[in-house]
């Protein structure tokens, strides 16, 4: 029985070079969602970390990627299909997605490009 008093958040390391860098995926924001961390994405497709727990291998997601900590706040939401999956170290799994249909990435780079690295997302299965 689970007696915390607060919910879980999803952590994730992600080495760059020599440094190991924390980076915090808050908690969901829809019921059931897989958290994930956004690492490339282009206008077909996405490489998402997510936990070794989730293995989002053959499914069809709604992936939504999360502009800031304001809820309700999305850089992109688009249907993906999970293309493929390995693991990544001993604590993750990198993902690779395809998107259903051509996606409009411009925000999502925007928020690259103005010093977010990674951005948190959730994937709802479909």
């Avoid at 019921?31 to 989002?56: F, H, R």
């Avoid at 999956?85 to 990435?105: C, K, M």
Wanted: charged share 20%.
């Amino acid at each position: 029985m689970e007696k915390r008093s607060s919910d879980r958040v999803q952590f994730f390391q992600v080495g760059t070079g020599k440094d190991i860098h924390p980076v915090w995926v808050f908690r969901q924001t829809s019921p059931g969602a897989v958290l994930g961390l956004l690492l490339d994405i282009g206008a077909n497709g996405a490489q998402v970390l997510t936990s070794k727990t989730q293995d989002l291998a053959g499914g069809n997601y709604r992936l939504i990627v999360h502009a800031d900590d304001t809820p309700g706040k999305e850089a992109l939401s688009v249907n993906v299909r999970c293309r493929w999956s390995q693991h990544d170290g001993t604590l993750y799994i990198r993902n690779g997605l395809i998107f259903d249909e051509e996606a409009l990435v411009d925000e999502v780079h925007a928020l690259q490009g103005g010093g977010m690295h990674w951005l948190r997302c959730e994937l709802l299965r479909l």
